[in-house]
């Protein structure tokens, strides 16, 4: 009954959503090829600073009172109230800290490396409907986009651990490498799953088809979003996207106790600060994927769209602080192995059994 009606709602087409670009452009007064750059620049620069200053509370502060929460111990608690101008002093204790430059390394692609990580990762949210009127693009194939986007990690990944001129960093590239191949495939072939019964690529129409009603229990109306008409490709696709953004139990490219940081040891100062940058982003992209993907985007009653938004994407990076206290890490021989012969079988399974269902009822 449920896919019925996905079937019937699915790749409509409908009315294009008013986009940022053309909000601020109508704004400022501006048309043409002028209102459209000028309306994506600020649109742009927007959307980064929000998803910048999530990161800059995630990273340095919340991350640490979530892990002592789990893990029954005090977080920073004395600058500032409740901690939280330990942001300011850990960027200020950073940014100033001496870059240094190791010996023999590969210098362009050394310096490029830092930068692409996080890069990719802001680049996934250009597609990505946020609620309120707040997304910068909504092209026919924007899913695709998004994943590709995010995959440009791994580009950047290799290029810190190959340039470096360190073993450590070496073995942190490659494992990232094959770690990323292992699950980004599972990760894509699910949420194709997704696509068969939405019918469209485009990000506004696989929020609008969650949009529609499930079913109705004691007057409550339950909405289609694809979390509870698929829970296993959900799951699955949780799984994938820890795989995918380095969290335990995958966090092996970087291992602490095995290769001392991995793709990233030879790094500090600014170049540390914009991996560690692009590794936070990289959780919140994920979040926002499973959000559009499972979740119905920023679907949700009586708060604004954004806000429902942003709470589902830290639902998520709340998700993978608890995996990362609570779940150790895999060998590299078993994370392999739980990638190819594990999720990948899986998502297959997932991918027909969707297929099948979809074409009886149609």
Not at 104 to 133: C, E, H, K, N
Not at 159 to 164: H, I, L, P, T
Not at 261 to 290: K, P
Request: proline residues 6%; glycine residues 10%.
């Amino acid at each position: 009954m449920s896919a019925t009606v996905l079937l019937q709602s699915g790749g409509g087409g409908g009315n294009d959503p008013v986009l940022l670009p053309e909000t601020i452009a109508n704004l400022l007064g501006l048309s043409g090829i002028v209102g459209d750059i000028v309306g994506g620049l600020i649109g742009a620069f927007l959307i980064a600073n929000i998803m910048l200053a999530m990161t800059a509370v995630a990273g340095p502060w919340a991350k640490r009172k979530i892990t002592a929460a789990f893990t029954d111990r005090i977080a920073v608690n004395r600058i500032g109230p409740f901690g939280l101008l330990i942001i300011v002093a850990d960027a200020v204790r950073l940014l100033s800290k001496e870059l240094i430059v190791p010996e023999g390394v590969d210098r362009p692609a050394w310096d490029l490396g830092p930068l692409i990580v996080p890069f990719s990762a802001l680049l996934g949210f250009a597609v990505i409907p946020m609620g309120s009127g707040i997304q910068l693009a909504d092209p026919e194939t924007g899913v695709v986009f998004a994943f590709a986007a995010s995959s440009i990690a791994s580009l950047g990944l290799v290029m810190c651990g190959y340039a470096s001129n360190n073993k450590y960093s070496l073995l942190g590239g490659l494992r990232a490498v094959a770690q990323n191949i292992a699950y980004e495939i599972p990760l894509i072939v699910t949420a194709a799953s997704v696509i068969i019964f939405t019918g469209t690529l485009r990000p506004s129409e696989v929020v609008a088809v969650q949009a529609e009603p499930l079913l109705t229990v004691a007057g409550v109306t339950i909405p289609q979003w694809f979390a509870f008409v698929n829970p296993f490709a959900f799951a699955l696709f949780m799984l994938a996207n820890l795989a995918e953004i380095g969290r335990n139990p995958f966090d092996i490219p970087e291992a602490p106790t095995e290769i001392v940081a991995g793709y990233q040891t030879e790094y500090s100062s600014v170049y540390f600060v914009l991996i560690y940058l692009g590794e936070f982003i990289h959780i919140f992209l994920g979040g926002a994927l499973v959000a559009l993907l499972f979740l119905g985007g920023p679907a949700g009653p009586v708060l604004p769209g954004i806000v429902w938004f942003i709470i589902k994407i830290w639902a998520f990076f709340l998700f993978t602080q608890w995996a990362r206290s609570a779940i150790p890490r895999l060998r590299i021989d078993q994370l392999i192995e739980v990638g190819w012969k594990g999720m990948l079988v899986l998502s297959f399974a997932n991918l027909v059994l969707t297929a099948i269902i979809v074409g009886v009822i149609a």
